[in-house]
């Protein structure tokens, strides 16, 4: 994989890792996307998804922080301006998959 590979990184509550990337995995597998899921550590895990729409890959990191609240999450990207367009939709999608279920009472 090169270092020019879009990368999102979102950071969220250990409680929320398990969820959240069994979210992910069942979106991936729904979307019949193909990726490869690496456990770096307990607290990081990295999905490389290959977006057949201009035969991109795009790396997602999923990283626990002890500073995101208990339902919260995070993002950062590298992800240049002459790539959004292209990825854009997918990312979107992933940040609306990977969001935490909010609990109401």
């Given at each position: ?6 990368t999102v990184t979102l ?95």
């Amino acid at each position: 994989m090169t270092d020019s590979c879009p990368t999102v990184t979102l950071y969220l509550s250990a409680a929320h890792m398990p969820t959240v990337s069994r979210q992910l995995t069942t979106y991936l597998l729904q979307e019949h996307l193909a990726f490869l899921q690496t456990f770096h550590a307990e607290h990081q895990t990295e999905f490389t998804i290959f977006y057949p729409p201009g035969d991109s890959v795009v790396r997602l990191l999923l990283q626990t922080s002890e500073s995101i609240h208990p339902v919260g999450l995070a993002a950062t990207s590298t992800v240049d301006s002459s790539r959004a367009g292209e990825i854009g939709p997918l990312l979107q999608k992933l940040l609306e998959v990977c969001k935490p279920a909010t609990h109401q009472s």
